[in-house]
């Protein structure tokens, strides 16, 4: 199904790359779009479990919602990623273009298990570098998920910003901010509205910005996987069954 770069993965293969352990998901789909010699486009669909138990806190537009117990009824449109590979220098690239979630299922881990699922399908291909442009929530998202700044004007205004913040709040100033997730995980025992202080200061202020992953830096893979590891735990709070 894949054909990029001397490398070849079948619809068997992805679909054991693509397996997850996320109680509400039955699997994630990989969806072509369009190939040509240098290139693949694809999306990523969503599909839920039948008869899981677990608790909405928001509605489909993102707003908070007194907790109610749901059951997944297996035909809900949980959400879908688009992403492209392309060839360049003999190596493959990816580029993670959009992220489509249902709103009603935020902070449930589902986007987190999705990429870590996405990033096993990588690494089988080679990827060398992953690229995106984070907007909206995912100016926070994916700094948690190991993605750093792309330009050094956008690290400065950061951390600035962010620094002149901390001090008009009279808290604690990090010992140093050289990448994204340095504001993201700064201090998160410090709430703020009951967010921790540094996604409190990014959902509210930090501006757009393109982003990147080096797929052969084991940084970018450490500090993904300790914000799934809170992820997991956060989520056995909310999915009863």
Known sequence: ????????????????????????????????????????????????????KYYQQRDRYGHPITPVLRTLSGNETVGEG??????????????????????????????????????????????????????????YVWARQGFDFEEGSTLWEVKEGFT????????????????????????????????PVGKYWMLRHAPTWHGYKDMENPIFREVAEQSRQEMRVKRKKRIVG
């Not at 293969?13 to 509400?24: F, N, Q, V, W």
């Not at 993670?96 to 399908?121: C, H, K, M, V, W």
């Not at 008009?168 to 410090?190: G, M, Y």
């Open 1 to 52: 199904m894949i054909n990029l770069g001397g490398k070849h993965l079948g619809e068997r293969e992805i679909k054991s790359l693509l397996a997850t352990d996320h109680p509400m998901v039955k699997r994630f789909t990989l969806v072509p779009l369009s190939a040509t010699a240098n290139s693949f486009s694809f999306k990523l669909v969503i599909e839920p479990k039948r008869g899981v």
């Open 82 to 139: 688009h992403r492209r590979l392309y060839l360049m220098g003999g190596e493959i690239y990816a580029e993670n273009q959009t992220f489509f979630p249902n709103q009603e299922f935020n902070d449930l881990g589902i986007g987190s298990a999705l990429y870590e699922s996405q990033e096993r399908l990588y690494d089988v291909l080679g990827v060398k570098r992953v690229e995106l442009y984070a907007v909206s929530v995912g100016v």
């Open 164 to 195: 002149g913040f901390l001090r008009e709040k009279e808290l604690p100033l990090p010992q140093e901010i050289q990448h994204s997730w340095d504001v993201a995980n700064h201090r998160r025992e410090i709430l703020l509205e009951g967010y």
